[in-house]
């Protein structure tokens, strides 16, 4: 981690924000992550994931995820087309309406095209109002039926005929906001007891290990499950949440404790922390000033990499019926209607919501392996 | 050999004589920042129980020299040309340049017929096995020796490196060890198959003072005793002085001096081995030191001319196209326009 | 090589300790109690019995008694292998967790197995082929499977052999041997049904296994001493397979026991996904209902198997390791 200094510094005692010619520490960590190809691309998946769920859903949702289609439970994907059965070619998109047949043996519903209606796919429709960010009325919706007489159902629909798309987008906003809120409290808890454990040892370094020995005796998802459990059924929908996100953090901070503090321990014997020290500085001025910033990009790429787990752990948690409960909508708890081998055999489309934990795991995974890389050229962690 | 009618006399003895000729060797990497030109037309003969010294600072190309001759190199990424004559014991004269690395032929050389030892003891035996295992396992690579005579053969190994104890250090594993026992070990192993050729990679540098001189006399010693060539890669002139009898001074991938360890230190020739030299401290001397100008360049950079050129203090006008090998009347060969008109026949 | 062991077990003691009392503040943990639940159930049911059944359990684990006595009560019963009773099966928590063992344990070890024989051979193949098209290609397929939460893979297995092959695949057994004496054909008849789980849970680990090894085998390749064995003569193969390989393969030794807790929670999950036999689902119904001897019985359990475990791999790093000392 040594940085030869450019020729004619004055050595100065200063945390690594090393300047030589190249730049900043910071603009070359920047240009490295920018070389690497699948860094940037998750970068990119990640951020739109969030532009859709997190801060934009109602608008990218052609439905409100609760406002259910009569006409259409338990339905499959409805094609987009462009030619109909007479070979026209149309620019405008559409769907064919939908016939609903019982076969009256098994009194097994089942549902088929109605080729006799076409109902255009519009962007920029009318549809079910919302309120933009939270205050703003609006009802524009990214794409939905163009004369709002039918139903647009791309991803096919729940038990009860809600729009397995919407839901997917505004499950999203818990699933993915859930990761990133787990993950900075335990960056917070993670980062201020490592560097004081490192920083100090002794006696203060024993007992954070101890606790973090602890918390890694359990098995994670199980201790996980049992904290959920422990959540009072009676929470309003918020406090679950809190509830469940400080949980996932409370599990998930030890492991960062652990890498924080085996860096402080190594910076903490670095000359300019030494140096630091014997100028008098004192002990909150070297921790936030000289041992922070030396691991802090370090932290950063731990947290990163920190975050698919934080999202397994909710998607599993719901899955299990353990973590968020309907009516708030998740991925986990969508995919907890797809538990059984029914519900897979009649309406595998209900896996959907598997699609974008998948991408935003990837996503993560490659983000973060790209900011390590940058970071620190020379890791092989 | 002071006059060139006795070199041209003396050169049917001498091809008799020459165990490892190596002609022209280029040896390139491709890495992610560039094409290295590591060694650049090396030309080296190393003749029957004598020691050759390659010298020159870290970099030059010296280690991946001694690397090439046993197809060492990595396989990925690495051009090589040029070529590697060597008599083996069946006088069958062998291109090692040309061998699959991987074939059978080229491991009936490695470790029977030349064998190599390495900068680094502390790393150069495999941790999780033992010292007894090591040595055995060569021994019955390359000899007939089986069961209680081989382990005769290698307590017998152990003593001529001088490893007192040496029944219950067999036992022991290489972590238990010294680094100057390490590298003892490693010159055993070495030596199980008798080879006529041991390539020597730095195999003191790692070393404290006192075990670098213990290590140099065994090598004198053994040498002296068993009659094989050695092949002695060094950056540091003090040890060529005591172990060679001729020595090649390399700079960037091409040799730029060759001579008789006398000659050397007597008459040096080159700049480049007159600025070692010069930086090197003498008892009695009371002059200031001098150190070479500038740094080594980059070797990923392609430069026309001489190489030492931009660090010299003799640099002139033809500088700028590359000096050839110019053989000296006194047996000396320098790769310096300085002494174009000294010379006989150019190479 | 036993002092060591012993000196191991030595130093785990207060850990033990420890988690046996996060585990019981854990189980406690969630409000109200299942003991009132059962009454009214019982007294809705008529039965006569309740209150006495109830008096039972109370004097039994000293419900009406303060929590650290109850802890108490709690863990020297448990030292003595009495774990309490369940609530909702109403049976000995000990019996219940002893029926489902044996498939945890089968399935754990499976599982094991199933990582290291395919992890290894893919490791050192890809770590020879470094950059070359099968080493990305496994490359590729360990990131996927790392990324690939598995009751997700287990939801993907199931729909892909029940809707595309028309198999059911969950269970551990065919309904017709699900109640007959063991035989050969029962045991082929389980091994049809192993592998799904097997290769559900085995999945992350395995590809983190084998990145583990490709990266550890390339790092010895460098090594000096690969060098020498090269430089000796040895043949290519018993350079990969003899020295670097023993000495690669070393690390990977204490992974093995971190890899139980990834085992244990992919067992949970898969065996509720898979409806297997399990610990799992026991596991999770105690804490639906909040059973609590059960569950907290379950994840002492779970907790000591990991223990167990990692002491396992340090044992076995300090057998395979000359360097690691014992002392």
């Known amino acids: 981690m040594s940085v030869a200094q450019s020729e004619g510094d004055v050595p100065q005692v200063k945390a690594p924000a090393r300047r030589n010619a190249d730049g900043t520490y910071w603009s070359q960590t920047r240009r490295r992550f920018m070389r690497s190809r699948v860094g940037v691309a998750g970068a990119v998946v990640v951020l739109v994931l969030y532009l859709i769920c997190l801060i934009l859903p109602e608008f990218f949702a052609p439905y409100d995820p609760e406002s259910k289609n009569a006409q259409y439970f338990g339905g499959p994907p409805q094609v987009v087309r462009f030619v109909d059965d007479e070979g026209q070619l149309s620019i405008q998109p559409f769907v064919y309406g939908v016939a609903r047949k019982i076969d009256p043996k098994t009194m097994q519903r089942t549902f088929a095209e109605d080729r006799s209606v076409h109902y255009p796919i519009g962007f920029f429709v009318r549809g079910d109002a919302y309120k933009l960010f939270g205050f703003i009325p609006a009802d524009i919706h990214l794409f939905g039926s163009a004369d709002g007489k039918g139903h647009v159902n791309l991803l096919g629909t729940d038990r009860i005929g809600r729009d397995v798309l919407s839901r997917m987008i505004h499950g999203g906003r818990l699933s993915l906001s859930m990761g990133l809120i787990g993950v900075s409290i335990s960056l917070i808890l993670g980062a201020v007891l490592g560097t004081v454990a490192g920083y100090f040892g002794g006696v203060t370094d024993n007992v954070v290990m101890r606790a973090t020995e602890v918390l890694m005796a359990f098995p994670t998802l199980p201790l996980w499950m049992t904290l959920a459990a422990a959540v009072p059924p009676d929470w309003s929908p918020t406090a679950v949440y809190i509830g469940i996100t400080a949980i996932l953090a409370l599990v998930a901070w030890g492991t960062l404790a652990r890498e924080v503090r085996g860096k402080v321990l190594a910076l903490r014997e670095e000359e300019y922390v030494l140096a630091g020290r014997v100028m008098g500085a004192s002990h909150a001025r070297l921790i936030f000033r000289h041992l922070l910033p030396g691991c802090f990009s370090h932290i950063i790429v731990v947290a990163t990499l920190a975050i698919p787990s934080m999202i397994i752990a909710e998607t599993a948690l719901g899955f299990l019926g353990l973590g968020v409960k309907p009516p708030m909508i998740s991925w986990g708890v969508m995919l907890n209607e797809a538990q059984n081998i029914r519900s897979i055999a009649h309406t595998p489309w209900l896996l959907f919501p598997a699609i974008p934990v998948i991408v935003s795991i990837l996503a993560f995974n490659f983000l973060g392996d790209g900011m390590r890389d940058a970071a620190d050229p020379q890791s092989e962690l | ?347 | 090589m036993l002092s060591f062991i012993f000196r191991r077990v030595v130093q785990m003691a207060p850990l033990l300790f420890l988690i046996s009392v996060v585990s019981f503040v854990l189980i406690n943990l969630p409000p109200g109690d299942y003991l009132t639940i059962k009454i009214a159930e019982l007294e809705a049911r008529g039965d006569s019995g309740a209150q006495f059944i109830l008096g039972q359990y109370r004097e039994r684990f000293g419900l009406d008694l303060p929590i650290w006595q109850q802890y108490w009560i709690w863990i020297s019963h448990f030292v003595t292998g009495d774990f309490g009773r369940s609530f909702e099966y109403e049976r000995e928590v000990g019996t219940l967790i002893w029926e489902r063992m044996g498939f945890s344990v089968l399935l754990s070890l499976s599982t094991m197995l199933f990582a290291w024989l395919v992890a290894i051979p893919a490791g050192i193949f890809a770590a020879t082929h470094q950059y070359r098209l099968g080493d990305n290609l496994l490359s590729f397929v360990a990131f996927l499977g790392l990324a690939l939460p598995n009751f997700l893979l287990a939801l993907l297995l199931m729909y892909l052999s029940v809707v595309v092959f028309g198999w059911s695949v969950g269970g551990l057994f065919s309904p017709e041997y699900l109640d007959a004496a063991w035989s050969p054909a029962k045991f082929v008849d389980l091994l049809k049904h192993l592998w799904v789980p097997v290769v559900v849970i085995g999945t992350a680990g395995t590809a983190g296994l084998m990145r583990l090894m490709r990266g550890n085998l390339l790092d010895v390749l460098r090594q000096q001493y690969v060098t020498t064995a090269r430089a000796k003569g040895l043949p290519e193969g018993k350079v990969v397979y003899k020295h670097a390989l023993r000495v690669a393969i070393n690390p990977l030794i204490s992974v093995a026991g971190t890899m139980f807790p990834a085992i244990i929670a992919g067992e949970v999950i898969t065996s509720v996904v898979l409806n297997l036999p399990t610990i799992g689902p026991l596991f999770l119904r105690a804490l639906q209902v909040q059973d609590m001897y059960l569950a907290g019985a379950i994840l002492m359990f779970m907790s000591l198997f990991l223990m167990l475990g990692n002491l396992l791999a340090d044992i076995g790093l300090a057998l395979a390791d000359p360097r690691i000392k014992l002392s």
Request: net charge negative; proline share 6%.
């Open chain 2, 1 to 347: 050999m002071g006059t060139m009618e006795m070199v041209a006399a003396a050169d049917g003895r001498e091809q008799d004589d020459i165990l490892l000729h190596i002609e022209n060797l280029k040896v390139g990497f491709q890495t992610t920042s560039g094409f290295v030109r590591a060694v650049d037309g090396v030309d080296l003969k190393v003749r029957r129980g004598r020691t050759l010294a390659v010298v020159g600072e870290s970099g030059c190309g010296k280690s991946i020299t001694a690397r090439s001759v046993l197809g060492l190199l990595p396989e990925q990424n690495t051009v090589m040309s040029g070529s590697i004559a060597f008599k083996s014991r069946t006088g069958e004269v062998l291109d090692i340049a040309s061998l699959p690395r991987r074939g059978k032929r080229m491991r009936s050389i490695r470790g029977a017929e030349i064998a190599m030892i390495f900068q680094e003891p502390m790393t150069s035996l495999t941790p999780v096995f033992t010292v007894g295992d090591q040595i055995l396992e060569a021994l019955r690579l390359h000899t007939p020796v089986r069961g209680a005579q081989a382990l005769a053969r290698a307590i017998e190994l152990l003593e001529m490196v001088g490893i007192p104890e040496p029944e219950s250090r067999l036992k022991a594993y290489p972590h238990q060890m010294s680094g100057g026992m390490r590298q003892r070990v490693m010159i055993a192993m070495a030596l199980a198959s008798n080879p006529s050729l041991l390539l020597a990679d730095e195999p003191t540098t790692a070393l404290d003072v006192t075990v670098q001189a213990q290590i140099l006399d065994l090598m004198r010693g053994l040498q002296d005793e068993l009659g094989m060539s050695v092949v002695f890669i060094t950056h540091d002139l003090g040890v060529v002085a005591e172990m060679a009898h001729e020595v090649a001074v390399i700079y960037l991938g091409q040799v730029v001096e060759y001579a008789s360890v006398d000659d050397l230190f007597e008459r040096p020739t080159h700049p480049y081995t007159r600025g070692l030299l010069n930086s090197l401290p003498r008892i009695g001397a009371t002059e200031r030191l001098v150190p070479i100008a500038g740094s080594v360049p980059d070797p990923r950079e392609h430069r026309v001319g001489c190489r030492f050129a931009d660090r010299c203090a003799s640099r002139m006008a033809k500088c700028d196209t590359p000096p050839p090998l110019i053989k000296l009347p006194h047996g000396q060969d320098v790769r310096c326009w300085l002494h174009e008109n000294e010379g006989g026949t150019q190479s």
